[in-house]
């Protein structure tokens, strides 16, 4: 009888302070088709959580596809939580275009009852996604149908990247330059 106690009051320990709720976001390599700009939403099926919703609000593997048209050093995803302290994690997994995580914690004021709102921001940072490159995200323990905020912070020193058709026009014009130089000098 002293063990169950002991048990049912670690359980209730561990439910008060969040640590059996404890939820996490991992990214990793990954092929995907959600293409994502500087700013999107993803927002996780209601049925099992884990899978997101692409543009048709299909269930897809969370794997996104950069298209903000440059280098990405940074990305940020807010979810809104009820309460502080948060027992949630993040996690760099196998082909990551980052190598560190944080999870930071903001009081926003709000209009309303309680006036204040408490959100969570999942950081990736410390590497780089190139455009068009792409990444996945596993979530575990987040309830169905939950809904996060994302900002891609671009590179601030570098330059976006032309997509492959500029640069093809780009050769194309300087080839002819360089061909009708030759035959200019070749008349004279």
């Known amino acids: 009888m002293r063990i169950s106690r002991l048990g049912c009051t670690a359980v209730l320990l561990?439910?008060?302070?969040?640590?059996?709720?404890?939820?996490?976001?991992?990214?990793?390599?990954g092929k995907g088709s959600i293409p994502f700009g500087?700013?999107?939403?993803?927002?996780l099926d209601s049925t099992t959580g884990t899978d997101c919703l692409d543009s048709n609000l299909n269930p897809v593997a969370c794997v996104f596809q950069n298209q903000v048209g440059e280098t990405v050093t940074q990305i940020d995803l807010a979810f809104q939580i009820p309460s502080l302290p948060s027992s949630d994690t993040c996690a760099i997994?196998?082909?990551?275009?980052?190598?560190?995580?944080?999870?930071?914690?903001?009081?926003?004021s709000s209009p309303g009852p309680s006036g204040i709102k408490y959100e969570e921001i999942f950081e990736f940072y410390d590497g780089s996604l190139p455009n068009t490159n792409e990444f996945g995200l596993d979530f575990s323990g987040f309830q169905?149908?939950?809904?996060?905020?994302?900002?891609?912070?671009a590179d601030p020193g570098g330059d976006p990247v032309p997509e492959p058709g500029s640069a093809i026009l780009l050769l194309t014009a300087l080839g002819a330059a360089i061909m009708l130089r030759k035959l200019s000098h070749s008349d004279a």
């Open 14 to 29: 561990a439910t008060l302070t969040g640590s059996a709720s404890a939820s996490t976001i991992t990214m990793h390599g």
């Open 38 to 43: 500087s700013n999107f939403t993803i927002t």
């Open 93 to 108: 997994g196998a082909g990551s275009p980052f190598s560190e995580c944080n999870v930071a914690f903001v009081s926003i």
């Open 144 to 153: 169905p149908g939950s809904q996060f905020g994302g900002t891609a912070v």
